[in-house]
């Protein structure tokens, strides 16, 4: 019997992401576009226009390419759903990830393959039994223990569910990203104080904010551990990634579609090597500390592991904002591209550069570089440091243009 092949699937948000994740190891990466989508508010997202190249870039990778229409859908939305759907059918998009059930007839109809979103919260199989005629993989609700998902799976090799194509339905999960404090991300708080529907992607995170709890008949304040009381830990599952390959999940999902290159490019990186650690036997806890320190760098609310263990109450930051070991200071952007000596040249705009500082470059066009400079070239010539209005030159392999932005990295 042939091994089973886990799929590493990565956030893409811009184009920046989608390069980087390509760069890191993904075999598949997921995106929205227009207002169609679960992150319409926080990211910038692509439009109609983009999904031809989105797909040729993919192809030219051998990456797959999954399209999230996962809002709650109302009657004003049909014609947008519609065109865009058209559009995915022309350019050959993998899959769609949708819950509403206006998405899934119409991509039955229309012959397009279909992932269940966790927005539809699948908890048993026979909800999986359930969406079996309209799609072919299914997102779990993230409450769900490693029992309960090793549960379902069985299940559905026992019973031999199988999905629209005839294949066996197969299971994805989240391993890494922001949590939310509701029920698969179904949330209506931001809906109630700013009418901004979570659920339609205008979450504007409230839940996020420091409360105080206070008794409305004495006005006295109730004491509670932690201002952030609904503000969960980033999951985290690395050290449990093990466990997880063991119960024959099909799909590991990392969350982030409105965080940066940086944040893509490492997580993805270390759950790919850790996926390759284990197939290769070489999974140790010395090597499970070196990717959490890794991951620790980029933007986190500090790390938990979920329910997958079997935890009852979530565990919540106690900060705002992010809790990243190393953070990005922007200094200027990109001017043009010696390609004959690989050479680029980028404009400070802000800031200070000198020998032997950490950089980073994001781009649309390759995703990101970061290295430390041994050398500095200001203005033409060798120097120790650069200031706004200076030019730097440095060897890249990379063709750079004025889209390119560059950071300085400094540890927090």
């Known amino acids: 019997m042939a091994k089973r092949k886990i799929e590493l699937l990565a956030p893409a948000g811009s184009f920046d992401s989608l ?7 993904a075999d598949a990466v997921y995106f929205g576009i227009e207002q169609l989508n679960m992150r319409a508010r926080s990211a910038d997202p692509f439009v109609i226009e983009d999904l ?27 014609q947008l759903l519609k065109s865009v759907l058209s559009e995915v059918k022309a350019q050959g998009i993998d899959a769609v990830i949708g819950a509403d059930f206006a998405v899934l007839e119409l991509c039955k109809q229309m012959g397009i393959p279909l992932h269940i979103s ?115 830990k980033d999951l985290c599952t690395i050290h449990i990634l093990d466990q997880i390959v063991d119960i024959g999940v099909d799909v590991l999902k990392i969350e982030g579609r409105s965080k940066g ?41 500090e790390f938990w592991e979920g329910y997958y263990l079997g935890r009852k109450l979530g565990e919540w930051t106690s900060n705002p904002g992010s809790a990243a070991t190393q953070r990005k200071v922007y200094l200027g952007k990109g001017v043009r591209y010696y390609s004959k000596i690989e050479v680029g040249e980028f404009l400070i705009e802000t800031g200070t550069l000198k020998s032997g500082d950490m950089i980073m470059i994001t781009s649309p066009n390759f ?46």
């Open 261 to 301: 290159p940086d944040y893509v490019h490492t997580v993805t990186s270390c759950y790919r090597e850790a996926l390759q650690a284990i197939e290769d036997g070489t999974y140790t806890e010395e090597r499970v500390k070196e990717w959490v320190k890794r991951l620790e760098s980029v933007y986190n609310r």
């Open 19 to 25: 390069h980087a994740a390509i760069q890191a190891g």
């Open 52 to 78: 031809s190249k989105i797909k040729s870039i993919c192809m030219t990778h051998g990456i797959r390419t999954y399209i999230t229409l996962n809002t709650v859908m109302y009657e004003h939305d049909m």
């Open 118 to 232: 966790t927005q539809a919260n699948v908890s048993n199989i026979e909800s999986v039994r359930f969406f079996s005629p309209y799609a072919d993989l299914i997102v779990l609700a993230r409450e769900l223990t490693l029992k309960q998902t090793h549960d379902i799976i069985r299940e559905i090799e026992r019973k031999d569910i199988r999905g629209v194509s005839g294949e066996r339905m197969k299971i994805e999960i989240f391993v890494h990203g922001a949590l939310c404090m509701a029920v698969s991300g179904k949330c209506y708080l931001s809906l109630h104080s700013q009418n901004a529907s979570a659920n339609r992607g205008a979450c504007i995170q409230n839940c996020r904010h420091p409360y105080r709890v206070i008794d409305t008949e004495t006005g006295e304040e109730l004491l509670v551990d932690n201002e952030y009381i609904m503000s969960p």
């Open 367 to 412: 995703g990101m570089h970061s290295e430390k400079l041994t050398t500095l070239v200001v203005n033409g010539e060798p120097d120790t440091s650069a200031s706004r209005g200076d030019r730097i030159t440095l060897p890249i392999k990379y063709k750079i243009s004025g889209k390119d932005k560059l950071y300085k990295l400094l540890q927090s």
